[in-house]
């Protein structure tokens, strides 16, 4: 009876992934002037921090088992490309109402993958002559340096990417890198507020430097049943295409509020 109660509280990757599809929107809602109250604003993407390490968990996931771990990869930036191009077309067409359009997660996650791409054959190295080593960990280091300060979440999505990787034989590690991680992040957060005498103004600044809330994905890394779930076209390329598409509709709506 416990087991199966343990699977009805469980959900497959295309579910918790439907379900971040909609924390998605709700954190993307206060791009529209107007629509959403101030302290709601930082509620919103409090409580969103979760999503975008998620999708980095996900990704991880997919380089472990694509059969292709350089064409996923490929993918990877094609797609980032493409949301690059997309992104610069609203702009220009919405440039009376200086719309900007930052945001592409794909670019992040590409790095990401990269950097696993270059790492994992991490057992050869010691095979290989002495060069071949230090242009790889230079190399990874360098796309690494590359994401933390250009790609969108960099900074979080990155190293989340990289401990799920480094530990992905062993799940209470993992969690604990993860943990120690928010900590670290959390510390930087959280000293500075001291110095505002308002309190609403700093649990306001506590909110939206929340980047450490990344660790509220371990509930749903724990409901995760660690299936895919539906396999076909719709759900492959599901995110993929919800992704830009939400954001290129809010800034449109944002256009004429």
């Not at 380089?63 to 996923?72: G, N």
């Not at 945001?103 to 270059?118: C, M, Y």
């Not at 071949?132 to 990874?140: D, E, G």
Request: a positive charge.
């Amino acid at each position: 009876m416990s087991v199966q109660n343990n699977k009805r509280c469980q959900f497959n990757a295309f579910q918790i992934k439907m379900f971040m599809a909609m924390l998605m929107v709700l954190d993307h809602l206060p791009y529209i002037p107007g629509l959403v109250p101030p302290l709601l604003v930082s509620i919103f993407h409090a409580v969103t921090r979760c999503v975008g390490v998620w999708f980095a968990f996900n990704a991880v996931e997919g380089f472990l088992h694509t059969r292709s771990q350089i064409r996923y990869n490929l993918r990877l930036f094609g797609w980032a490309a493409f949301m690059a191009a997309g992104n610069g077309l609203m702009e220009v067409v919405l440039r009376s109402k200086d719309i900007h359009i930052d945001n592409n997660i794909f670019l992040t996650l590409a790095l990401g993958v990269l950097i696993l791409n270059i790492i994992a054959d991490s057992k050869k190295w010691f095979v290989k002559n002495c060069l071949t080593r230090v242009l790889k960990v230079l190399l990874a280091i360098c796309v690494f340096i590359v994401g933390l300060r250009f790609a969108e979440g960099g900074d979080i999505v990155i190293p989340f990417m990289l401990i799920t990787y480094m530990f992905r034989k062993s799940p209470k590690k993992r969690n604990l890198g993860y943990i120690i991680y928010a900590l670290i992040l959390a510390t930087f957060s959280i000293s500075g507020v001291f110095s505002y005498d308002d309190p609403m103004i700093a649990l306001d600044m506590i909110l939206y430097n929340s980047d450490w809330l990344f660790i509220t994905v371990l509930p749903f890394m724990y409901l995760y049943n660690g299936e895919r779930g539906k396999n076909n076209k719709f759900t492959k390329y599901f995110f993929y295409v919800f992704y830009p598409a939400h954001l290129w509709i809010i800034a449109i709506i944002s256009y004429f509020a």
